[in-house]
């Protein structure tokens, strides 16, 4: 019987795919999609969930989950405080990394560029989709600061709340917009047996990719 602390004996078998040159799309974002459609086909558990690393002024690396709202031609799109930890550290160093993880089809993908932000009417209109639940909870947080207890948060949401309760839509606030992230290598993994697993990375060259293979 697997013991709680034995880790080192946990093992999966990859066997659900390949990955060959042959049959992947020339165009980095174009075999994205194609992954990612194939997720949502699957029903993969938050398939636009993705691991943003960045990196602190002192050098030190950081990430988290955020959630991918776009991507196309512009990059990989999301949206955040731009005061919090994570905006802080684009500032400072616009250079990014994104990682997709889906399991249900042992596969992964790592994007890593520059991140820039987005033109503000695009920020608008993302903001004005989101519920109003949510347009309040993005003003009201000082995301990432050290706050005393929950009431820093729920004191000033319900006075909004209330404020608002006849508007259906609150205008974006300025800390708050969308990034792109502007993919410079995207890296296709697929699993398979014997740790041997497949694994193709784009990298763009002038208006092209350049596809080759990496050694697992």
Not at 146 to 168: C, F, G, Q, T
């Amino acid at each position: 019987m697997l013991s709680k602390t034995d880790v080192a004996a946990i093992r999966t078998e990859y066997k659900m795919g390949q990955l060959s040159e042959g049959e992947v799309a020339a165009d980095a974002i174009e075999q994205f999609q194609a992954w990612f459609d194939q997720a949502i086909e699957k029903q993969v558990m938050e398939p636009n969930a993705m691991t943003l690393s960045t990196v602190s002024a002192s050098g030190r690396p950081s990430s988290r989950i955020v959630l991918l709202k776009q991507v196309n031609e512009s990059g990989f799109g999301f949206y955040t405080n731009y005061q919090s930890q994570k905006g802080q550290e684009l500032a400072d160093n616009p250079y990014a990394a994104l990682l997709f993880f889906w399991p249900e089809l042992q596969r992964q993908v790592r994007v890593s560029g520059r991140t820039m932000k987005m033109p503000s009417e695009l920020s608008d209109a993302y903001f004005q989709s989101r519920p109003k639940a949510s347009q309040i909870g993005a003003i009201v947080s000082p995301q990432s600061q050290e706050i005393v207890d929950r009431n820093v948060l729920d004191v000033p949401l319900a006075a909004m709340e209330e404020r608002y309760k006849d508007v259906s839509s609150l205008p974006r606030p300025a800390h708050w917009g969308g990034y792109w992230l502007v993919p410079e290598s995207i890296e296709f993994w697929q699993g398979r047996s014997g740790r041997l697993h497949d694994r193709l990375r784009y990298s763009k060259q002038g208006n092209n990719w350049k596809i080759t293979r990496l050694a697992p």
